[in-house]
């Protein structure tokens, strides 16, 4: 076993597992939540055996699991040497957050030429503006609620081309964006932030909701990127010597900078 191998294994040695669907579906589901819980790291190698040694799985459930987690670009096969942990590609996150900022400004305007408003408005409205804070959604629950924000504002513009392809979008930042809400005061800038977009679409000003949208979306991004720096490199600092994590580090420290000047 490798030094990467043996990190990652006592990383994961304390999850609990699930037991639900199939041995496949337990395998993918154990790997996703390495991989976003930041046990499983960019740069990390492993391999099949490693696995279903820990899991207790055999290979085809394995295998079918890892291949399932390339479709969706979170590992990729080596070439005889097992598979890795992507890199995070920051630079495609970042065009991902363009292309989603230029599909929901749009639905803001088509919301607002609507004859009627959608139904969703007051839902969304009784969700964001709470009759108190204790009431207010934390952990898992609000990261579920703010996605159906933002994908549920964009399928009452009414364009499903529109609506399938800002899925995508959502599903391929999910495993970073489930970040931003990590720490309280995201929290509280969620809530005050999509009141603004909503007050916005109320009063019928489609530019105001989508400049109040496109700080959201870009406040986010930044406070998203930071929290992620900050896992790898708690979690490069708990593995010295992982191969590639610190490659990862210093390519988005070099964009960081280049973002900013």
């Not at 040695?13 to 499983?40: N, Q, T």
Request: glycine share 6%.
């Amino acid at each position: 076993m490798s030094r990467s191998q043996a990190h990652w294994s006592d990383r994961t040695a304390a999850r609990p597992r699930r037991r639900r669907g199939s041995m496949a579906d337990r395998v993918y589901d154990a790997l996703k939540e390495d991989i976003f819980e930041f046990r499983l790291i960019p740069g990390d190698k492993f391999s099949e055996t490693d696995v279903a040694n820990r899991l207790g799985a055999s290979r085809t459930p394995v295998r079918e699991a890892l291949y399932r987690l390339q479709r969706e670009g979170y590992v990729e096969v080596l070439f005889r040497s097992g598979w890795l942990v992507k890199p995070f590609d920051f630079e495609q996150v970042e065009e991902l957050y363009d292309l989603r900022i230029t599909l929901e400004r749009a639905a803001m305007h088509k919301i607002c030429r609507l004859p009627e408003p959608p139904a969703i408005l007051a839902q969304l409205n009784a969700i964001w503006h709470p009759d108190h804070p204790s009431e207010r959604a934390v952990g898992s629950t609000v990261r579920a609620l703010d996605e159906s924000f933002h994908c549920g504002l964009v399928a009452a513009a009414g364009n499903r081309e529109m609506t399938a392809i800002h899925r995508e979008i959502t599903e391929r930042l999910r495993v970073i964006r489930r970040l931003d809400f990590t720490r309280p005061d995201r929290i509280d800038a969620t809530y005050r932030e999509h009141g603004e977009i909503l007050k916005a679409l109320a009063d019928n000003n489609p530019g105001e909701a989508a400049e109040k949208l496109t700080a959201h979306i870009r406040n986010s991004q930044s406070a998203v990127r930071e929290i992620t720096m900050e896992r790898i490199r708690e979690a490069a600092g708990q593995t010295p010597g992982l191969p590639g994590t610190h490659q990862v580090i210093e390519d988005a420290e070099t964009r960081d900078v280049g973002s900013r000047s």
